[in-house]
């Protein structure tokens, strides 16, 4: 029994292939992100749709599009298989029918950061590395010395010294050494590369490891199923680093390969980012291929706080391909949505889940939406895990 069909890396630029087996980062020709290839042709004669709904819950019942060769190597705390929910008063409130949330706040460390997480620590078992370092705005720190601690793998984590207090404490419960810097992301992503240089640790920045966007993945997977394999009209992700929405996009290509789709249509694909930090929306309706630096980023909404993701080209082609949009909203908006979305449907989200819904508004009052569509707002953390970065009121 195969439990996974992945065969080989491939550079998403110059098509080269990298193994597998081996520790890869990114194309050192290109420095581009390596994308998994699977042998899909196998995959479609061996395993069953079906059959997958009565595995044990979980991301891992996908093993079969997951990078892990090695059952053993798994390292999970639970993650996946979250709550797809109606809302439907906030439809109504909007002239909306068919209105859901894909609720990632039941993750392990309450994020949807557990994912890719739990994907990139089992395969870093599985190549048998030991020391792991990250650059974060908050969320993918806490999972990492989740997942690092559970697996024995020593964690180092460098985020600004504003991140939200949930994560720096987190990650130092999980015995993370944590190092606070005074800067963003970006900052942090250049001293976690030359410690990684200099000390050897791996560095599992978003998209210069291949796995994390594999984990993350799976919600595509996972919301196909959801709808009986006939996909969303429209998905509104809050953009980052990218590795959600280019996961997402990833997954409905290998589903239409895997002949499991029911029907043509594809989801439009929606990026969300805060107006104090929106180099996607400025590259997208610009027509740019890549993304200028964004100078002075901020946003109380931290997890948007990446002032230019290694992966811009590909969240732009995806967002193009599927035919959507991308969209900025001011953190008034979406500290108001985040309100609005607990009193109406009782849900307290993380200021990047509710982004979603307040550039679902921009899009209502825009007609981009038609009013009858299937339309999936993700929420990708838990509210509380925010409480420093609450407003008055
Ligand atoms: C990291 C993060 C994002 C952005 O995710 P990407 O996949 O990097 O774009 C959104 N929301 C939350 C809560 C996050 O932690
Ligand atoms: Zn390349």
Redesign the pocket.
Known sequence: MTYSYAIYLECSDCRKQYSVHQIHTFCPDCRAALLTQYDLTAARQHVDREALRARPRGMWRWHDFLPVHDPRNVVTLGEGDTAILSLPRLGASLGLSRLFIKDESSNPTG?F?ARGLSAAISKARELGIQKVIIPT????GGALAAYAARAGLRAYILMPNDTPRANIEESRMAGAEVNLIDGLISEAAGMAGEKARAEGWFDVS?FKEPYRLEG?KIMGYEIAEFFGYHLPDVIVY????????VGIWKAVQELACLGWLESEKRPRLVAVQAEGCAPIPKAFHAGAEFCDFWINAQTRAS??RVPKSFADRLILSAIRESCGTAIAVSDEAIFAAQRELARQEGIFA?P??TATLAGLKELVRQKWLDPDETILLLN??LGLKYLDQLDEY
Not at 137 to 140: I, Q, S, T, W, Y
Not at 238 to 245: F, H, K, M, R, W
């Open positions: 994020s950061k705005a908050g969320n993918a978003t993350k809050p953009t980052g680093g990218g590795t959600g929405l997890g948007l993380a990047e889940g990708t953390a």
